[in-house]
Nanobody, 124 residues
Framework: VQLQASGGGMVQAGGSLRLSCAAS????????MGWFRQAPGKEREFVAA????????YYKDSVKGRFTISRDNAKNTVYLQMNSLKPEDTAVYYC??????????????????WGQGTQVTVSS
């Protein structure tokens, strides 16, 4: 499966962006999907994840209440709605996916499929 992330850009603090992750080559309806980010000089970190059915979602503590992950399996796409953005949210955002991840859904090493990343820059 190939993943294509898009929707990044530059916004002021307090603004919003919606990232999309479009999959091709295979349906992702049977994949757990996640969003990760990497800021310059830092390790890649978990942001949010969603189970195959969409019934369970998981978030990094610092984005809870501001970010929402969702999926449209009919469109083979996963989304990350980001509201109330802060300068510390600045990073390259990556979508990732894999078949059922039984535990450790926040662990990037458990995902086999990755998109190319989209830059999000939040100015103060």
């Amino acid at each position: 499966v190939q993943l294509q992330a898009s929707g990044g850009g530059m916004v002021q603090a307090g603004g919003s962006l919606r990232l999309s992750c479009a999959a091709s080559g295979r349906t992702i309806s049977n994949y757990d999907m996640g969003w990760f980010r990497q800021a310059p000089g830092k390790e890649r970190e978990f942001v949010a994840a969603i189970r195959r059915s969409g019934s369970n979602t998981y978030y990094k503590d610092s984005v809870k209440g501001r970010f929402t992950i969702s999926r449209d399996n009919a469109k083979n796409t996963v989304y990350l709605q980001m509201n109330s953005l802060k300068p510390e949210d600045t990073a390259v955002y990556y979508c990732a996916g894999d078949h059922v991840i039984l535990s450790g859904i926040s662990n990037p090493h458990l995902y086999d499929y990755w998109g190319q990343g989209t830059q999000v820059t939040v100015s103060s």
